[in-house]
């Protein structure tokens, strides 16, 4: 199923196109207990509110333009929304070992935004050049992933309907299984397998490329260069969570420890 050419406010507003649209609207709306339209091909007003709600509340716009175009997000989330549902669509265990591969976080600090990216790069090497040893955990996080997350937690425990979660273009996944305790079991089980422990956010700063974990340990005294290239001594604790002198030092970098997530460095300490 298709659509050739634009349909909502301003659009082109094809015949067949609109009643396509309508149909696809109107599995929404019965979904959602809202009434339907009616799938005369006239795209009225009813049709473009129905369009901005969709957008509002299923796409997420935060401008709504009650517009549909072929290709875009508020069609691919329309398709996605009315996509027959199988067994291999439901959130649980079986669906995260067949697809949350499908959504890698990154350990590499070329994922990282510029001019973070280089920042961390060049405090990297100097930790490096001075004898530690540093291993990088998490760089940007996959926004999809963190979508994934975020949810699982929030439906498993009854905080969102699982019909209220909001879609997410090219992600295949029911959440509402047709009853809440199947739902909420089957959020659990990606929580247990995604092993979080708490709340996952949808703002990371590790989301925008703008944080990394890593682990920075070393022996003895060593001599850390800061951004200036002066040679500073760096000795106990030897770990990078908690010496505040290599803290200091990541700071002339623009790379800042966030004191109370152990692994974690950002470009504002957050």
Not at 13 to 33: E, F, K, R, Y
Request: net charge positive; with cysteine.
């Amino acid at each position: 199923m298709a659509i050739g050419a634009s349909v909502g406010k301003g659009g082109v507003n094809d015949l067949a196109d609109v009643m396509v649209v309508q149909h696809l609207l109107n599995g929404w709306l019965g979904s959602t207990a809202q009434p339907q339209l009616n799938p005369d091909g006239d795209c009225g007003q009813k049709t473009i509110t129905a369009i901005t709600n969709f957008q509002s509340k299923v796409v997420g716009l935060p401008k709504p333009d009650g517009l549909i175009s072929p290709g875009g997000k508020t069609w691919t989330a329309l398709t996605n929304t009315n996509a027959p549902s199988t067994p291999a669509d439901l959130s649980g265990a079986a669906w995260w070992h067949a697809n949350q591969a499908n959504y890698p976080n990154s350990n590499s600090l070329t994922e990282l935004a510029s001019p973070f990216r280089e920042r961390t790069a060049a405090f990297v090497d100097a930790l490096k050049a001075a004898g530690a040893k540093v291993t990088v955990s998490a760089t940007r996080r996959n926004r999809t992933r963190a979508h994934l997350m975020h949810y699982s937690w929030r439906v498993s425990r009854g905080e969102v309907a699982p019909k209220d979660v909001p879609a997410v273009p090219g992600l295949s996944i029911r959440w509402d299984h047709g009853d809440l305790a199947k739902s909420k079991k089957g959020a659990k089980e990606m929580v247990d397998l995604f092993a979080i422990a708490f709340q996952p956010s949808l703002t990371s700063l590790h989301i925008e490329g703008r944080a990394v974990d890593m682990s920075i340990t070393w022996t003895g005294t060593i001599q850390v260069k800061d951004k200036t290239g002066k040679a500073r001594p760096v000795g106990a604790p030897q770990s990078g969570n908690t010496n505040a002198e290599l803290h200091r030092i990541g700071a002339t970098y623009g790379v800042i420890k966030l004191l109370s997530d152990p692994p974690h460095w950002s470009d504002n300490g957050h």
